[in-house]
Nanobody
Framework: QVQLVESGGGLVQPGGSLRLSCVAS????????MSWYRQGPGKRRELVAS???????NYADSVKGRFTISRDNVKNTVYLQMNSLKPEDTAVYYC?????????WGQGTQVTVSS
């Protein structure tokens, strides 16, 4: 079992930045693919960014060049640095850990981009 706890969401103006954090209950990064998803109002949940076990990042086209996923193996924490935020980035952001048939989710953190 893996517990994931996200934090760092909030209200930010267009063009602003936020950094989301996801703390895992134990050391899992060498075994699990870590990802950030989001679900906007009336929309389906979508993949935003992921990091392979080897530490290689991947991004959705909509956030390339603006968002950066990273991890701290000592702190068991995955980050999502979000810059140049747009109103369409408004969503609940979820952290996910996945391997084989196992998939764990955090509770989500709200990000609202509005003036």
């Amino acid at each position: 079992q893996v517990q994931l706890v996200e934090s760092g969401g909030g209200l930010v103006q267009p063009g602003g930045s936020l950094r989301l954090s996801c703390v895992a209950s134990r050391s899992i990064f060498s075994q699990y693919v870590m990802s950030w998803y989001r679900q906007g109002p009336g929309k389906r949940r979508e993949l935003v960014a992921s990091m392979t076990r080897g530490g290689n990042p991947n991004y959705a086209d909509s956030v390339k060049g603006r968002f950066t996923i990273s991890r701290d193996n000592v702190k068991n924490t995955v980050y999502l640095q979000m810059n140049s935020l747009k109103p369409e980035d408004t969503a609940v952001y979820y952290c996910n850990a996945r391997r084989d048939f196992y998939s764990y989710w955090g509770q989500g953190t709200q990000v609202t981009v509005s003036s």
